[in-house]
């Protein structure tokens, strides 16, 4: 299958500051990447989807301007989330696709820690 | 977002017996039904999907079960080993939209 790499895959911030998650489709051209966010011993909740070029569209209740999404290349989206708080602490994960396949690939992961 | 229900919650198995997990959708508009394997701190690892035109798909140890008219679907593993013993998540999509509707997951435990 094609490969998704996440990075990085833990990250420690103060509270206040912000971070930066990057999500590489290695082998293949990505037209949409998904952004979840799963807590610990929970399923994964859908934040956003992304469109290489375009904005991205937040599921209800994901602040938008605390969660910036930029996909920005066909191989590339980022989340930044913005002045963190602890309650941003959570496992982050990206999912790719691409037109000609409906399987979605996911990346390892990247846990992030606010303190 | 529309719900994928998920059972059992965690699932213990003897080494070489069949773990069962079953799902149920609500909305008939999915098209798309696979099941993931989780790691502890690791992205989920696709492990077998089906469409709703096919009743059944297995894959080596892995098959899904659809019934379309109860609107359900299962995963059993046959012969299970300890290396199973992940998180399983099944999940629904609408077309090629690839935007995932996940259940709330199962601990599947194999023990030794």
């Known amino acids: 299958g094609a490969v998704v790499s996440q990075h990085p895959s833990r990250v420690i911030c103060k509270s206040g500051t912000s971070v930066k998650i990057e999500c590489r489709s290695l082998?293949?051209?990505?037209?949409?990447m998904f952004w979840y966010r799963q807590f610990p011993k929970q399923s994964l909740m859908l934040m956003a989807t992304s469109n290489e070029g375009s904005k991205a569209t937040y599921e209800q209740g994901v602040e938008k301007d605390k969660f910036l999404i930029n996909h920005a290349s066909l191989t590339l989206s980022t989340l930044t989330v913005t002045s963190a708080h602890p309650e941003d602490s959570s496992f982050y994960i990206c999912s790719a696709g691409t037109v000609l396949n409906t399987e979605a690939f996911f990346g390892q992961g990247t846990r992030l820690t606010v303190v | 977002q529309q719900q994928v229900k998920q059972s059992p919650q965690s699932l213990i198995v003897q080494k070489g017996g069949i773990s069962i997990i079953n799902c149920a959708y609500e909305?008939?508009?999915?098209?798309?039904f696979p099941w993931y394997q989780q790691f502890p701190g690791k992205g989920p690892a696709l492990l077998i999907a089906?469409?709703?035109?096919?009743s059944e798909k297995k894959e080596g140890r892995f098959t899904i079960s659809f019934n379309k008219s109860a609107k359900q679907f299962s995963l059993h593993i046959m012969d299970s080993q300890p290396g199973d013993s992940a998180t399983y998540f099944c999940?629904?999509?609408?077309?090629?939209?690839?935007?995932?509707?996940f259940g709330s997951g199962t601990q599947l435990t194999v023990l030794p």
């Open positions: 082998d293949f051209q990505a037209t949409t």
């Open positions: 909305n008939t508009a999915f098209d798309y």
């Open positions: 089906i469409r709703p035109d096919v």
């Open positions: 999940a629904a999509s609408i077309g090629s939209a690839r935007q995932l509707t």
